[in-house]
């Protein structure tokens, strides 16, 4: 990867100040809080999810121009924004670029949205929900239990996993719109799940445990993490899709990013410390083994370079190759295949563009 372009940690000053503008940060403003993000793999599109605690909730499709950006280019189309029932709490496009156009979301149920993305303009039709997924087909109960997350398998794009408060793990088929499998995934909520091949995938939970499942053995797991202090729920995962070897978790009200490596279960690679508040989101780099980025409370996005081998991180850790500082809480992060040069986070009610 590229060395990231040295941007200054100020770069996002507060309105009124005299800092000039920074050239590899856009900002787009929205009237609602944002949390879910995801970016298209095929357009230079973001899709931002509000978050209010209410039943009417909104998706927005933002553009962008990534060979020639500029503050002007980076702006919401109404016509292809959207009423979302619940705030979504995950978003994420069909990862194959060439296959149908869809766009998945989570909250009570996962629904599939079909949205092309070839007319950006203000006549474009907005996306029409093509499916609604839920836990209730799989259990038979009037009760459907919120989603936490989901993760769409890039190897085997008709299968994606939910994560659920109700400690299962669902793998569906969308192309057929049933369970593909069910499982009793943790002794607490599940909170975050990823697809590391085409048929394993991880999940965190508030039970503090980091777990991997093959679908060709459903009655096993390999847990591969315990939170080191009792009843500490773990919130967030990703898995280096460029080298499967390794993994990033996050603890609740925790500073630190844990790296892991699944080949030598319970004891991290590698902690990451430099977040003054807790870390709220992490990412691999699409493109490169041993760079991520974290964000925070503390309103930073730091990018982290790995040595070769993590355990070589030295007891004092590492210091971040690169710092950004929003200026405010930072509670989402992207950074996928379809851009790798570019990276998306959201700020109270405002979603930044930030090139790497």
Request: net charge negative; proline share 9%; charged share 20%.
């Amino acid at each position: 990867m590229d060395q990231p372009k040295p941007t200054p940690s100020a770069a996002a000053s507060p309105a009124g100040a005299d800092a000039a503008p920074n050239p590899y940060a856009f900002t787009c403003e929205l009237p609602q809080s944002i949390y879910a993000l995801a970016f298209s793999p095929s357009a230079p599109v973001l899709a931002a999810g509000s978050f209010l605690e209410d039943l009417h909730n909104r998706v927005s499709l933002l553009c962008f121009d990534s060979v020639h950006p500029t503050a002007a280019s980076f702006r919401a189309v109404p016509s292809l924004s959207f009423d979302h029932p619940y705030p979504p709490t995950k978003l994420q496009f069909n990862p194959r670029a060439a296959s149908t156009p869809l766009l998945a979301s989570s909250s009570d149920a996962l629904r599939l949205w079909h949205a092309p993305l070839d007319d950006l303009s203000a006549s474009a039709p907005a996306p029409e929900l093509r499916s609604v997924l839920d836990n209730r087909k799989a259990s038979a109960s009037e009760f459907c239990a919120p989603l936490t997350s989901f993760d769409w398998n890039e190897i085997e794009p008709r299968r994606i996993g939910t994560a659920s408060i109700d400690t299962t793990c669902t793998v569906w088929d969308i192309e057929r719109g049933v369970v593909e499998t069910q499982l009793i995934a943790h002794d607490k909520a599940v909170h975050d799940i990823a697809w590391g091949e085409a048929g394993v995938f991880a999940s965190v939970s508030a039970d503090g445990s980091v777990r991997v499942f093959d679908l060709r053995d459903k009655e096993h797991s390999t847990i591969v993490y315990e939170s080191p202090r009792p009843d500490t729920p773990l919130l967030r995962l990703a898995w280096n899709r460029y080298d499967l070897r390794y993994m990033a978790a996050l603890l609740m009200d925790s500073n630190a990013v844990v790296v892991l490596d699944i080949r030598a279960p319970g004891v991290p690679v590698a902690e990451l410390h430099r977040h003054g508040g807790c870390v709220n989101a992490v990412a691999w780099a699409p493109q490169a083994a041993r760079h991520l980025c974290s964000a925070g409370d503390d309103g930073q996005a730091l990018i982290w370079e790995l040595p070769e081998a993590p355990a070589a991180v030295p007891p004092e850790g590492i210091d971040p190759v690169l710092v950004y500082d929003a200026g405010a809480e930072i509670n989402q992060l992207q950074w996928v295949a379809g851009h790798p040069d570019w990276m998306g986070i959201s700020i109270e009610n405002k979603v930044q563009l930030l090139r790497v």
